[in-house]
């Protein structure tokens, strides 16, 4: 059973994660990547803001011919850095068309099947590339199964993120993407030259960017398993791999 789906307007929040890749019908290192982020965050007395969520930023398909690229994730009250396994992250600022559906999460295809065909009805486009990454697309999981062992009332909030409309002013709000992990300096900086999205940084060296002043070598560091949790990686990292 779902809810109306309704718009909410949502603040920018931190979050820690762990990246997977998954098949459709292979979801065991996702699950198993639950238990591995308590335990972490547990190890560094770091406590969630929120629920646990699984964030997709590609979706697989039925035949496994691709793969599931999702982080495991919850958000935090203030920004903690990561690691190699756990990676630090932004649930983006902006207008999310959301649903809650009560029952067993094995249903939740039916749920976002609704969510989709209730923004399509209004000519709701969401955050999504032209090569299908997901600027936000959200599973929140409200329940506990340790306090409601009964799937069947197991409550989960779905959220897209809502593409932002320039001559509008709808959608996401023009902020920047970028992790405030690396530092308000190269946060500054990265914005003031018009890098406001992880994509941007693609199409530039790591030599580049620490020639703006206020990226450093930290910076630099945090930037990149920000954009390797999206496949994507600074200019010179991706010509090396060619």
């Known amino acids: 059973m779902s809810n109306e789906p309704t718009i909410e307007v949502r603040p920018e929040q931190p979050y820690l994660a762990i990246p997977v890749e ?10 198993a990547a639950i238990d591995d982020l308590f ?23 039925m035949d496994m ?17 990561g690691d190699e396994g756990v990676v ?11 649903l809650v559906h009560t029952g067993d999460p094995d249903r939740l295809v039916e749920a976002h099947a609704a969510l989709q065909a209730w923004a399509a009805a ?4 969401v955050e999504r590339s032209d090569d299908d990454v997901w600027g936000g697309r959200f599973e929140f999981y409200l329940t506990d199964p340790a306090d409601q062992p009964d799937r069947s009332r197991w409550s989960t909030a779905i959220a ?6 320039g001559a509008t002013g709808t959608g996401v709000t023009p902020a920047s993407e970028l992790p405030l992990t690396i530092g308000k300096p190269a946060h500054r900086a990265l914005t003031a030259a018009g890098y406001t999205r992880l994509d941007h940084l693609t199409a530039v060296s790591e030599a580049e960017l620490l020639a ?14 920000a954009l390797a949790a999206k496949c994507l990686a600074f200019a010179d990292a991706r010509s090396a791999g060619a």
Do not use: K, N
Not at 122 to 125: C, E, I, V
């Open 65 to 81: 011919a691709s793969r599931f690229r999702i982080e495991v994730g919850v958000p935090l009250a203030a920004v903690e850095p």
């Open 122 to 125: 209004r000519d709701l486009r």
């Open 22 to 31: 998954v098949a459709m019908r292979e979801f065991d290192p996702a699950i």
């Open 160 to 165: 897209y993120l809502l593409h932002y409309d």
């Open 212 to 225: 703006l002043h206020g990226v450093g070598p930290r910076a630099i560091e945090r930037l990149r398993p």
């Open 39 to 61: 335990s972490w965050l547990g190890q560094r007395g770091i406590a969630p803001a929120g629920p646990l969520f699984f964030r997709y930023h590609a979706l697989g398909d």
């Open 88 to 98: 630090p992250g932004v649930i983006t600022a902006g207008r999310y068309a959301t």
